[in-house]
């Protein structure tokens, strides 16, 4: 079992930073991949960022790219993501999320709120 826990989130103006954080403890020892996924009000849940655990190849969607940036630091087992230039449309929960044995995400943090005044 992976328990992944967020931190970072926060209410920012338009424009400007938040740096959000997951670490992981547990059974991590098969993880293919962490990533960002995020909720707006009304909205379905949508990917935001991945990172493969083994090479750290990178995934970003459309929406967040040239803003966004996923990094990871395997010695601590923790996933980031640096958010900037960020949009009132950026607001939503954030949830963390590892793909243990395979591809597909099977575990989930509590999401952290990340709110953006304009």
């Known amino acids: 079992q992976v328990q992944l826990v967020e931190s970072g989130g926060g209410l920012v103006q338009a424009g400007g930073s938040l740096r959000l954080s997951c670490a992981a403890s547990?059974?991590?020892?098969?993880?293919?991949?962490m990533g960002w996924f995020r909720q707006a009000p009304g909205k379905e849940r949508e990917f935001v960022a991945s990172?493969?655990?083994?090479?750290?190849?990178?995934y970003v969607a459309d929406s967040v790219k040239g803003r966004f940036t996923i990094s990871r630091d395997n010695t601590k087992a923790t996933v980031n993501l640096q958010m900037n230039s960020l949009k009132g449309e950026d607001t939503a929960v954030y949830y963390c999320?590892?793909?243990?044995?395979?591809?597909?995400?099977?575990?989930w943090g509590q999401g952290t709120q990340v709110t953006v005044s304009s």
């Open positions: 990172i493969r655990w083994s090479g750290g190849r990178t």
């Open positions: 547990g059974r991590t020892f098969n993880t293919y991949s």
């Open positions: 999320a590892a793909a243990l044995g395979g591809p597909a995400y099977n575990a």
